[in-house]
């Protein structure tokens, strides 16, 4: 099966095009500026070139027009017709308390992701118009399948989704964790029990995602009971941008100090906090960081012991959740390739019987321990691959509806 995965944007769309029985990525890209003027950067397998071409997308619309018109170039393209795309996979960011699974797109569907918009207003609407522009385009017949960032961590026990602020505030609002990155979380927590050869229904798992944004989460037997990114994905680890967790007060305090409105303090703590932040405006890009860290800058310094520490502290409180744990997983930008913050974290977690081995350490990329063979719990990199894991689960649906 071919499956085609977006990812759409407010003014981006990201695309995969997918071979299910090999797992070959048969063309990549990506459409820029949409409802500006509109850049494609195609890549197709039959090169590694990468084509760039301006085209005109007012909307979402023509970006999947020329993504579809791209595949099918008899030069550049992948595929001669349409109807060797079996079926598409969307990203969708928000699927509240509707969606604990990937789904195949109907009207009901599309209805609770509008009900969801409240939930995520800057993610969900981008990913409609992502999904009613495939239908415009692609017709109703190419059946469409939702994999949601938070659907994989609905199994989580009331005590781990709930906020101590007044009952009310879910009852009418439905305010709760709800984590993100899910389809991270769940591929590589699958891939870490596949890897180590651990029981798939007896084992404790944690996963630590980090990226740009950064997650970590505890997965027991396969299913989430704890994750640090909550209503919004502004909770938990120190990211790029994103402060994660801090006394709620903090708000009120700089927004009465700096004469400012709590969306604005909201905009700060997502947008100019997190390694940007601590570094003094330095970087949020963990690379440029850890090469000013070493040329001796405290700045840079500073938000890469932060960066660690925190990580440290919620491997710490979910090994207490779940009373123990097998394997620990590093993954994403960072978590696959910093051996650094690798060594750092791994470092701090001798009381549990782990000791780093420096040369796996180097590991950059692919699957691979990272501990010592008489190490009590294993870590692991694990690279994610959130496309194919939206491919796998979009064949599944589309293969059992059929
Ligand atoms: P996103 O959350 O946007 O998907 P990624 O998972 O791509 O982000 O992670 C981006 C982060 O990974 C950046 O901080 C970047 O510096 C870091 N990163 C990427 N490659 C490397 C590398 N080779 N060594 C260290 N850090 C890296």
Redesign the pocket.
């Known amino acids: 099966m071919n499956i085609l995965v977006i990812n759409a944007g407010s003014s981006s769309l990201k695309y995969q095009l997918l071979d299910t029985d090999s797992g070959e990525v048969m063309a990549k890209g990506l459409c820029e500026r949409i409802g500006i003027d509109g850049v494609l950067t195609h890549t197709g397998n039959k090169s590694d070139e990468k084509f760039k071409f301006d085209i005109a997308m007012p909307t979402h619309k023509e970006a999947i027009q020329s993504v579809i018109d791209v595949l099918l170039d008899p030069e550049k393209g992948v595929i001669s017709s349409m109807s060797e795309i079996d079926a598409v996979g969307h990203r969708v960011v928000h699927g509240g308390e509707f969606f604990s699974d990937s789904v195949i797109i109907t009207e009901k569907v599309l209805k609770a992701i509008e009900d969801c918009v409240p939930l995520a207003p800057l993610h969900n609407p981008p990913n409609l118009i992502g999904i009613q522009a495939c239908r415009d385009v692609m017709g109703p017949d190419v059946p469409m399948v939702a994999v949601f960032d938070t659907a994989f961590h609905q199994t989580m026990p009331e005590k781990a989704y709930m906020y101590a602020i007044p009952y009310k505030y879910y009852d009418q609002y439905k305010v709760r964790k709800y984590g993100f990155h899910g389809t991270s979380h769940r591929f590589v927590s699958k891939e870490t029990i596949k890897f180590l050869g651990l029981d798939p229904e007896n084992s404790k798992v944690i996963v630590a995602h980090l990226?740009?944004?950064s997650s970590i989460s505890a997965v027991v037997n396969g299913k989430c009971v704890d994750t640090s990114m909550g209503l919004t994905p502004l909770e938990g680890l120190v990211m790029?941008t994103r402060s994660g967790d801090l006394d709620p007060a903090v708000l009120e305090f700089i927004c009465k100090k700096e004469n400012m409105d709590v969306s604005e303090m909201v905009r700060i703590l997502n947008k100019e906090s997190g390694l940007l932040g601590l570094s003094k405006g330095l970087s949020s890009?963990?690379?440029d960081l850890?090469e000013a860290s070493e040329n001796g800058n405290p700045d840079a310094k500073r938000a890469i012991d932060c960066l660690c520490y925190r990580i440290v502290k919620y491997i710490g409180s979910y090994v207490a959740a779940m009373n123990g744990v097998d394997a620990i997983a590093f993954t994403?930008?960072?978590g696959e390739?910093?051996a650094l913050v690798r060594k750092t974290v791994v470092d701090n977690l001798s009381y549990l019987g782990i000791t780093l081995d420096e040369e796996a350490n180097k590991a950059r990329g692919e699957d691979k321990v990272i501990s010592t063979p008489d190490s009590k719990v294993t870590v692991a990199v694990i690279p994610t691959n959130e496309e194919l894991a939206i491919c796998q689960e979009t064949a599944e649906l589309v293969k059992n509806q059929k």
Request: aromatic share 8%; proline share 0%.
């Open positions: 990226g740009n944004g790029g890009d963990f690379r850890n994403g930008g960072i390739n910093a």
